[in-house]
């Protein structure tokens, strides 16, 4: 059995994550949510060995986090503040850093300098937000990583960067086999390219698993009120009620349902599976 390419286990830090247990499957793309201040960057800073845990543990590509910099050459960081040498032309910054890893990608390089339209004789210091991104992505990507962990990899660029930046995630899972871990509050991003989800709040996992299968999990469900002596069942307590209607989320089907409201009063008029906002935004508020 491979064992996943992120593993984390009661990962614990006096701030951010805290009992954190969760792990990325080999070529996935795991959109990793969460609200400001739950934990999702000091947990990346942890697997790239920036920041300690005090309880708990962490793995990357089967490796201790932090444990051995010999990983870091199958590992690519694009952190949220991208720092770049202050006294490098862009193209001294892309020969520096081709230099460390003998199986670049010279072909996608070129590539992604057209695509992207980047500046090869600006210094660095001078790049907008948006080119800094896209210039980081190149250093990312053309080391031919196997596993590609993101913090907000599409802050700051425009629409069309945007698509190119999905674009290429599922390129780098379709063509090579990698793992992409991608920190965002974008969910229709998410919703785009992932196929697999894990959400936090508080440092504590909440929701874990394929996207496709947690939509049908949390199904958006809708219900009259029939009799006027209806009694309400304490699942549905949370339940947003406006005149004889309920709306809420469950995670049985429209027969198992109405089985279980049988002789309540109330009746499913409808059930879908929900979207990822919805699923979200409920278990911000409830979890």
Partial sequence: MISP???VQDLTKSYGPSGLTFSVPHGSICGFLGPNGSGKTTTLRILM???????????IL??????SHEIFRKVAFVPELKDLYPFARVEEMISLTRGFYPDWDHALERRLIAEFDIPLRMKCPKLSKGTRAKLYLLLALCRRPELLVLDEPTEGLDPIAIEQTLKLMVEQVAERGATVFFSTHQLPEVEQVADYVVMIKRGRCVV???LDGIKQCYRRVRCVIETTDAELP???ANWRREGRFL????SDDTSTLNQRLAGTGLAVLESEPATLKEIFLEQMEHA
């Fill in 234 to 236: 304490l699942s549905l």
């Fill in 49 to 59: 060995g920036l920041a300690h845990a005090v309880g708990g543990s962490a793995h």
């Fill in 62 to 67: 089967g490796t201790p986090a932090g444990a």
């Fill in 208 to 210: 874990e698993g394929e």
């Fill in 5 to 7: 390419a992120i593993q």
């Fill in 247 to 250: 709306t809420g989320f469950s």
